[in-house]
């Protein structure tokens, strides 16, 4: 186990292998709190335990003995801006350990939300985000991908309120106020998840459902109808799914992510619900987690291509499987486009160091997401050279062999010799295999996909900017055509071609929030206040970082007023990391 510097855990000496919380949700003081009870595993010498935390505050620390519990001395080390305060306990190498403690109102890895900011209005909601290093801002905890527990829960709540944790929450919405789960499984800290609210189930197969508020569950039932399906071509080209249940809980849509994998309990955004299922490659990509990442999980942040770069390679596999090659393309292509102009303007020194060989840990594949793309880019191109018949098995292969266990890129790679590289001489050269794996970038030699609808659409567009010809189709575009209109687009347009395309299309106050965020950005970045009043509400809507980050940054370069004006007003409804994003791009 290699060292995290996110964590000031000590896993060599001891690591937890079992945790057990006893919480309470309070949601007049917006504060959780209870106790968080270790089950130790003390591998090396010495009685220390180091816990990561964040703003919790300690009420008292004890280990269990053989006549009861005993108080044990501890300390709390003053806050690192970033990664919080080290608990340190002094034990007698207890089996047990029990912290007893509650969680600051302004705890990162919750949000805590008022009735008027969720669909019914009504009851209060709160959930969880713990990745990346959120989790010891509301439990106790080695908070590392590299240490796996199981874990079990009771936790009280008013009693009008369910509450669902990443585990075994069964389908029934009966509330009592009270609730008991176990996750038997061994999971990293940053997939524990609770959320409470107004929640109800709507099933959707055997082995999945989705809860969420009652004015959203049966429209996001009908969205996701396909994730049993979703879940049955995973099976068949990667193994099992090893979790029991398959839910998905729709969140208010100040939830900062699309989705997150939390085991058996994907959170999702709601503004993928939208009506033409246009958007349910977040469910794959979730889905897809529980293979990569959930099961086989990288052993610190900066292996996060481990976890996101295998993952949107699985979901496009799904995709493809449940939709059809020529939207499975468009998606690779817009993802590979939006990597290529990040890349584009990048220096040789710059990219060693944003996009360093895939074998190289860096703290940026924990920041951006060119490390996962590259690596997901990696395992296309692999695919292609060996073909299906080969690489299917040996993906495979590498879940069976590394299931529930954590793994850096070297365990990858020393995989990849031994079960691809070698048993198949001659089909890769070894400087092609070190251009991933050791040369900044993207090689020279990986080949783009090629979508004929992609096609049509820049054709399109190059027509639409030379001669003001609006383009021809595009009343009847699917989604991905949208995006990549508007992702090739000039930053900037005029007023008159702005006008134009919207009194065509209707863009401003579109539902879909991924047009949306496209659009509003070439609508900040060319100052076009006609649709000022409809960006202003799309941002105070939604909270989901990657919608709303990069229409403040194309108002920041042009109208930086205006974006303060906007942000003061949505900012109450914001997820807190969404707040400090928001904070730094408009250097607040
Ligand atoms: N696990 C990630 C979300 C995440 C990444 C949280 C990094 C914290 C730090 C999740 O699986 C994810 O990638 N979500 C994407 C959707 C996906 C379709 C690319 C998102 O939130 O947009
Ligand atoms: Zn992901």
Known sequence: MTHDRHSYAEPLLVRTTHLELDLALDFTAKVLSGAATHTLHWAGAGDRLVL???DLTVLAVEGEAADGWEPLEYSLAVPDKELGSALTIRTNRNERVRVSYRTAPTATGLQWLEPSMTAGGVMPFMFSQSQAIHARSWVP??????????YSAHVTAPPELMVLMSADNGTTSRRTGSYDVVMPEPIPSYLLAIAAGDLVFEPLGERSGVWAEPAMARRAATEFADTEEMMRVTEELFGPYRWGRYDLLVLPPSFPYGGMENPRMTFATPTVVIGDKSLVSVIAHELAHSWSGNLVTQDSWDDIWLNEGFTAYVENRIVEAVYGAEFA?????IKQHATVVKLDPLSKAELAVELPGLNHRSEYHGTTALGPLKGTWFLAWLEERFSRAIFDPFLRGYFDRFAFRSINSDDFVGHLREHLLEPHPGIVKDDEVSAWLDEPGIPAFAERAVSARFQVVDEARS???GTGELPEGAAGWTTQEWLRFLDAAPDMLS????????RAFALTGTANGEIARRWYQIVAASSYEPAYAE??????????????????????GSDRAFASEVFAKARPGY???????????LGQ
């Open 52 to 54: 990561d935390t964040r």
């Open 141 to 150: 905890v080695q908070d590392t991908p590299g240490v796996r527990f199981s």
């Open 329 to 333: 393309v468009m998606e690779t292509a």
């Open 463 to 465: 027509r639409w900017l």
């Open 495 to 502: 007023p008159v071609q702005l006008q134009q395309l919207d």
């Open 535 to 556: 960006l202003a509400a799309f941002l105070t809507e939604v909270g989901r970082m990657k919608l709303v980050l990069p229409v403040y940054r194309a108002l920041a």
């Open 575 to 585: 997820h807190p990391i969404t707040t400090a994003a928001v904070q730094k791009i």
